[in-house]
């Protein structure tokens, strides 16, 4: 059960005749790491950078590089595979392919193949800088945007023939996360939601600390799906070793104190409220100015218990959906309810931490949902990023479907 939006899908990843062009191999690597099919279309300049038969090995398939090759399928390859296609990249897009699609121009089989496409289009233009500012290049990237395109705009830096600015194309990660994006539903759109995610780290003096083995991934998943699906998300974070997901305001925070403080100042504006930060419950009561040496055989640390965020939120919300995480150790569905009950949450995602494939630090997780209604819904271990899709369906569709229901009135 895969609801990452690529597990199984046909994907056609179109390389032009770009110096980036060595960079759709990462692409092609990270569609087939995901469970894509890929099917690979080079134009005929695009084998001058890198040879047809590197796609061919690492997709498993033929490329498409000649409308008029032989063979039984060859002379309705460009329909068939438009109309199996979920969705398309092109990456690198040059200045002469953008020029093509904007116009309407069928000349060879990338473009004769895009006339026919209706799925998902994701184009990632590389090129010199003076080139992409170029007004007839912008101009038919405004027409391929109002026409559906997603448009990923090009990185900035030093190009290959020694000009600096944009033109760049972005690292095979970002195009995958783009491509991800395109293929998932937009029903969050108009959404606000705020999300917090990772562990807070509470000083015991300037060297040390207390803290937790949360790793930050099942929140920002959360993050990156809810972007994914037209959200605007804002995303509260403790201490990680992750980068900050694409398009999605990130905060980052050290301690329990200061994401209350954030989180509180937040969830006005916000929704949907998803909190799968894993706050310490306890801090010192006293953190030295400088380090404690050693000394005594005992050391004796007074802790105090930090402020109960989602109880607060729980109490102060008014027209927001409220989520919950609960990691627990035994007693899931027990633990679970109640925190679901005493802190007025919508749904609480609970699972059981301990071993290697859920929980603190995996990039899967096995968790089981606990809705307000009394109902449950048990996932079967899967990544994180489609724990995070299952979770905004059911927030989507059984929460605030049901807030936007007229209420009923006895007669």
């Avoid at 990023?385 to 605030?400: Q, S, W």
Wanted: aromatic letters at 6%; proline letters at 4%.
């Amino acid at each position: 059960m895969m609801r990452n939006g690529i597990k199984n899908k046909k994907v056609i990843l179109a390389v032009c005749g770009g110096i980036a062009a060595y960079k759709s191999i990462e692409i092609l690597r990270l569609l087939k790491k995901a469970g894509a099919e890929v099917r690979v279309i080079m134009t005929q300049s695009a084998q001058w950078f890198v040879g047809a038969l590197t796609f061919e090995a690492l997709s498993g398939q033929s490329v498409f590089k000649d409308m008029f090759q032989e063979g039984s399928e060859a002379s309705f390859r460009h329909i068939d595979w438009a109309r199996e296609a979920d969705g398309v990249i092109i990456a690198p897009a040059t200045a002469n392919t953008i020029g093509k699609l904007a116009n309407g121009i069928a000349d060879d089989p990338l473009s004769t193949f895009m006339l026919a496409v209706a799925s998902p289009v994701l184009i990632c233009p590389s090129m010199n800088t003076h080139m992409y500012a170029n007004q007839a290049v912008q101009r038919n990237l405004d027409t391929l945007r109002s026409d559906g395109y997603v448009v990923v705009e090009p990185a900035s830096g030093q190009l290959a023939c020694g000009t600096t600015g944009p033109g760049r194309l972005p690292e095979p990660e970002e195009i995958f996360d783009r491509f991800l994006g395109c293929l998932s539903p937009k029903d969050l759109v108009g959404k606000k939601i705020l999300v917090t995610a990772g562990p807070t780290i509470e000083p015991i003096d300037p060297v040390r600390f207390i803290s937790n083995r949360s790793s930050g991934k099942m929140g920002f998943a959360v993050a990156r799906a809810a972007e994914h699906r037209g959200a605007e998300v804002t995303l509260i974070s403790g201490p990680t070793h992750l980068a900050d997901p694409m398009n999605v305001t990130t905060i980052r925070v050290r301690t329990a104190e200061e994401m209350a403080g954030h989180v509180f100042q937040q969830m006005e504006n916000a929704d949907v409220i998803i909190k799968s930060a894993a706050v310490s419950d306890y801090g010192p009561k006293e953190s030295e100015a400088h380090k404690i040496k050693k000394g005594k055989n005992e050391l004796v640390l007074h802790l105090q218990q930090n402020e109960d965020i989602l109880k607060v939120l729980g109490q102060k919300k008014k027209h927001q959906i409220l989520v919950g995480f609960a990691a627990e150790t035994k007693d899931l569905e027990k633990n679970a309810t109640q925190k679901l009950a005493e802190k007025n949450l919508d749904i609480i995602a609970g699972n059981l931490v301990g071993s290697s494939d859920s929980g603190f630090e995996s990039d899967t997780n096995t968790v089981t949902l606990f809705f307000k209604d009394g109902t449950t819904e048990s996932l079967p271990t899967m990544e994180k990023l489609e724990v995070a899709h299952i979770l905004l369906d059911r927030i989507a569709t059984k929460v605030l479907r049901a807030a936007k229901a007229p209420k009923s009135t006895k007669n």
